[in-house]
């Protein structure tokens, strides 16, 4: 699975523990860069140290997917920091 993902950007919301971190985990040692989204701060920074290890580029942030300006800036930080969601064609 290393490299399957290479040259994408992933967002995983609820990032911070459980089924989102081991997802985000995964697609960092998969090749994607990925965006921890979550609302815990120091369980999202610990994911973002974990894909790091892994070898990956990771960054968090907090965001409440129930708020539609914290998506907003989800993914509006995500396209600043790596330009794309989607693979380059």
């Known amino acids: ?9 992933a967002i995983v919301t609820g990032g911070s523990s459980g089924i989102g971190q081991a ?10 860069k990925v965006v921890v989204a979550a609302r815990r701060d120091s369980e999202g920074e610990e994911t973002v140290s974990q894909i790091k290890l892994a070898g990956s580029e ?9 708020q539609e300006s914290d998506v907003e800036a989800l993914v509006s930080k995500t ?3 790596y330009g794309r969601l989607a693979s380059p064609p």
């Open 1 to 9: 699975m290393a490299g399957q993902f290479e040259g994408k950007v």
């Open 23 to 32: 997802t985000a985990i995964t697609f960092g040692k998969a090749g994607a």
């Open 58 to 66: 990771a960054m968090f942030v907090k965001t409440d997917v129930a």
């Open 79 to 81: 396209v600043e920091t």
